[in-house]
Every structure is written in C-alpha cells, then in structure tokens.
C-alpha cells in the first residue's frame, strides 16, 4: 500500500523548514498555506498545457478518469479524511491540478514541449525552488495517479516516464551514479511517489556490502561511536582522496560512471570518499530522503541515513570540512566552511541506525588503525606538537636546542677527559 508519511517531530526538531514548501504546494498537506498562492496560475498554465496535448480532452473528462482513483489516493494520506470527506470534489480537483503541474513541468525538464510553446518555468531561482519542493516528502502525490495523467496524453514514442523523472531531478542531487540512474525501475505500479523513485535510484555502485555479515548487532554499532573526526584520523596518518565525478546532467560518455555517494572504502591508511557538492539545497533534499527511509517501515534499504551519521561522526568542525574540501570531497558552494559542518552535524539528528549499518566494516577498520601503538603515538605528538606551523617550528626548535645542549654537554665531558 502507497504511505505518504508526514514527517515526525524527532527529525524536524533541528530544521523543520528543511520538509515544508518554499514555494508550491503538492497534495493536501500543505494546501492552506495561503502564503504560496502565488503560484497557483503556473497550475492553471501548465494544466491548460496538458489539455492541448490530445484532442477532446476536457477538465470533466479528465476529473471522470481520477475519479476512479480516489478511494485509493485518500488512502495514502494520513488526517485528511474528515477534511475530504464532504467535499470529494475539491480532492479530485487538487489532484487533476497539482498532478498535471508536476508531470507537464517534468516532460518541460525534459524538453517535451508542445510545437510553437515557450517554457512556463524557465531555468534559474524559480525552477530551483520548484524541483527542491517536488522533492519533499510532505509534497508527494501518488505516483499511480502521476502515471495515469501522463498516460493520459503521452505519445506513441514518448521516452519512459520513470526515466524523465530521474533525468528532471538529476541536478537536485550532491552525487548520483549516472549508471544507476538509467536503470529500468520496472512498473509504474510498484512506485510510491517521486521522492521514493529518487530513492531507489541512489544506491552504492557495490549492493553486495560485506560487513553486513561481519558482526551481529548492537555489538557492531560502537565502531561508529569511537571513531575519530577526519583531522583527528590525518593526525594518525590517515589520507583522504577523492573518487568519481559531480555530474548534474546526463549524457552517454558518463552513464558508464559508477561511482556513488555512499561508495566510502578505507584501506592501508587511505580512505577513499566520493566527492559531492554542497548548494542551498543539498540539506533540504539530503533531510527528506531520510525522512522518508526512517518512516517507511518496509524500506530495508537506509543508505542516505548511514552516509549521515558517518559524514557526522566525519565531521567535528569546519576544520575538518577545509580538510576535505582541500582533497576535493566537498565542493562548498554555500559559503564558509562553518556552514557545511553544521549541516552535517544537524542532519543526523535523530536519525537511527540499524545493525547491518552500511559503513560498520569501514569504521572497523578505521579504528583499529588508529589503535596501533605508532599510529597512536604518531597522533599524539601531532595533536600536542605539529598542530599548527608555529607548534611545529616550536618543537623544532626546541629539539634543536636540546640537541646542541646535549652536544655541549658531552664535548664538555670528553674535554675534562682528556685534561
């Protein structure tokens, strides 16, 4: 059964306007914000858009063809029930107008627009806003419907509409494996809502994970706790070096890229981190992907709430976001790096960790090199000696001086020796 869930307390607790529209309302939820009216013409244009694309189509002729979803649609929300129940009407109506406006904008990402027809929301602030509010869990429709109006008015020819969702929200998203994002999901049917295909579309290049297999249970959970931030870990010897490319479009000399987000490895002292890009956005679209794995139930898969923790435990400061930024991980485009580290650092509030935690195997073995009588002695003289240039030209110093004074010291001997 389709769940469109509202977000919990726990996780909205720390940015709860990370799950509310900025600018368009989707779905009943959020439909009384009176705030964001605004932009309900740009329903009307795109809805009247749809009824040129098939002749003989009408607005009654379409609301007879949702009508025969409702009972189904009313079920994947949560409250509504008494709002609606009187007024199945306006139900019907929001989900004709909000589902048309969602599958005209994507066939408009994708270039198919009518013959003769200009773009209703072109490139910029407004369509960046437009794709971060398709995007939040609290703003879905159920994709049976979306399916059902594309259908609707599709041609012959058309490219798939799973495959055009992906490509519309391809930009929206810090680091993707363009390989896994032209995948065939399969039938429409067994989809939830766009936030959910999205989903599905993230995953690491590797399915196979060893370490779920490794240790059992809440036992294998406290290598995260223990682990280290990544100045700490340079300090005992760790390297960082980037993997794969950002891409924000597709095109077929990178589809055969297969590195993901989530392809984090460690091994020999190097750790290897895909780099991803940090906008305005990066947190809203990270935050609602976590929302929706930590309140599905049936969702087994919960790689974007493991990267969060891991990129949390990571990262301590905005020392530790220079350093990664330096090797090319992060690529900052909000501002300071105080910026980026409170992102991580709030984002994993609240969210819970199962036993096969995605990154267990890789904290193992993080600590356990840390742990290593050298690596440990080689942290701690560059915490307390080496940690900034002065400190360190300090300590040389003062080898140095004791050094000659030990020098000194023994010529002095060997001269009272030989008198």
Same mark, same amino acid.
């Given at each position: 059964?389709?769940?469109?869930?509202?977000?919990?307390?726990?996780?909205?607790?720390?940015?709860?306007?990370?799950?509310?529209?900025?600018?368009?309302?989707?779905?009943?939820?959020?439909?009384?914000?009176?705030?964001?009216?605004?932009?309900? !013409?740009?329903?009307?244009?795109?809805?009247?858009?749809?009824?040129?694309?098939?002749?003989?189509?009408?607005?009654? #002729?379409?609301?007879? @063809?949702?009508?025969?979803?409702?009972?189904?649609?009313?079920?994947?929300?949560?409250?509504?029930?008494?709002?609606?129940?009187?007024?199945?009407?306006?139900?019907?109506?929001?989900?004709?107008?909000?589902?048309? =406006?969602?599958?005209?904008?994507?066939? *408009?990402?994708?270039?198919?627009?009518?013959?003769?027809?200009?773009?209703?929301?072109?490139?910029?602030?407004?369509?960046?806003?437009?794709?971060?509010?398709?995007?939040?869990? *609290?703003?879905?429709?159920?994709?049976?419907?979306?399916?059902?109006?594309?259908?609707?008015?599709?041609?012959?020819?058309?490219?798939?509409?799973?495959?055009?969702?992906?490509?519309?929200?391809?930009?929206?998203?810090?680091?993707?494996?363009?390989?896994?994002?032209?995948?065939?999901?399969?039938?429409?049917?067994?989809?939830?809502?766009?936030?959910?295909?999205?989903?599905?579309?993230?995953?690491?290049?590797?399915?196979?994970?060893?370490?779920?297999?490794?240790?059992?249970? #809440?036992?294998?959970?406290?290598?995260?706790?223990?682990?280290?931030?990544?100045?700490?870990?340079?300090?005992?010897?760790?390297? =960082?070096?980037?993997?794969?490319?950002?891409?924000?479009?597709?095109?077929?000399?990178?589809?055969?890229?297969?590195?993901?987000?989530?392809?984090? !490895? =460690? *091994?020999?002292?190097?750790?290897?981190?895909?780099?991803?890009?940090? &906008?305005?956005?990066?947190?809203?679209?990270?935050?609602?992907?976590?929302?929706?794995?930590?309140?599905?139930?049936? @969702?087994?898969?919960?790689?974007?709430?493991?990267?969060?923790?891991?990129?949390?435990?990571?990262?301590?400061?905005?020392?530790?976001?220079?350093?990664?930024?330096?090797?090319?991980?992060?690529?900052?485009?909000?501002?300071?790096?105080?910026?980026?580290?409170?992102?991580?650092?709030?984002? #994993? !509030?609240?969210?819970?960790?199962?036993?096969?935690?995605?990154? !267990?195997?890789?904290?193992?073995?993080?600590?356990?090199?840390?742990?290593?009588?050298?690596?440990?002695?080689?942290?701690?003289?560059?915490?307390?000696?080496?940690?900034?240039?002065?400190?360190? &030209?300090?300590?040389?110093?003062?080898?140095?001086?004791?050094?000659?004074?030990?020098?000194?010291?023994?010529?002095?001997?060997?001269?009272?020796?030989?008198?």
């Amino acid at each position: 059964m389709v769940k469109i869930n509202q977000v919990s307390a726990g996780l909205s607790e720390s940015n709860p306007n990370a799950y509310k529209p900025m600018l368009i309302t989707i779905g009943p939820y959020h439909k009384h914000n009176t705030e964001l009216r605004s932009i309900e !013409k740009y329903k009307l244009m795109y809805l009247q858009r749809f009824l040129r694309r098939k002749e003989g189509i009408d607005v009654e #002729g379409c609301i007879r @063809e949702i009508e025969e979803l409702k009972d189904e649609a009313r079920k994947c929300y949560d409250d509504i029930h008494d709002f609606y129940s009187d007024n199945i009407g306006e139900f019907l109506l929001m989900l004709l107008l909000d589902g048309c =406006f969602v599958v005209e904008y994507i066939r *408009e990402c994708c270039g198919i627009i009518p013959t003769g027809e200009d773009i209703i929301i072109s490139g910029g602030c407004l369509d960046n806003q437009v794709r971060r509010d398709l995007l939040l869990l *609290e703003n879905q429709l159920p994709f049976f419907v979306l399916a059902k109006l594309h259908d609707m008015t599709m041609d012959i020819d058309q490219t798939s509409f799973i495959i055009m969702v992906k490509c519309a929200f391809l930009p929206s998203l810090p680091k993707i494996t363009p390989a896994s994002f032209v995948e065939n999901e399969g039938n429409a049917k067994n989809i939830k809502h766009i936030l959910q295909l999205v989903h599905m579309s993230c995953h690491p290049s590797d399915m196979n994970n060893p370490s779920i297999e490794i240790e059992h249970c #809440g036992k294998s959970l406290i290598w995260i706790d223990i682990m280290p931030n990544a100045t700490e870990l340079c300090e005992a010897g760790v390297s =960082f070096t980037k993997v794969g490319t950002v891409y924000t479009y597709l095109e077929e000399d990178n589809f055969e890229d297969c590195t993901s987000l989530f392809d984090i !490895k =460690f *091994e020999n002292g190097l750790m290897k981190i895909p780099c991803f890009e940090v &906008v305005d956005d990066t947190e809203t679209i990270l935050r609602n992907l976590i929302a929706y794995e930590q309140q599905s139930p049936n @969702e087994h898969s919960r790689y974007f709430s493991d990267y969060a923790v891991f990129m949390d435990h990571l990262i301590d400061s905005e020392k530790d976001v220079n350093l990664l930024r330096l090797k090319g991980v992060i690529r900052n485009r909000i501002g300071e790096d105080k910026e980026v580290a409170n992102l991580f650092n709030k984002i #994993g !509030k609240g969210v819970s960790i199962s036993s096969d935690f995605y990154y !267990k195997e890789e904290c193992r073995k993080v600590v356990q090199h840390c742990q290593k009588p050298w690596n440990r002695m080689k942290a701690n003289l560059r915490h307390n000696y080496f940690h900034s240039p002065w400190a360190g &030209v300090s300590t040389v110093a003062a080898i140095i001086l004791l050094l000659l004074t030990v020098i000194q010291t023994i010529l002095s001997f060997i001269s009272v020796l030989i008198k």
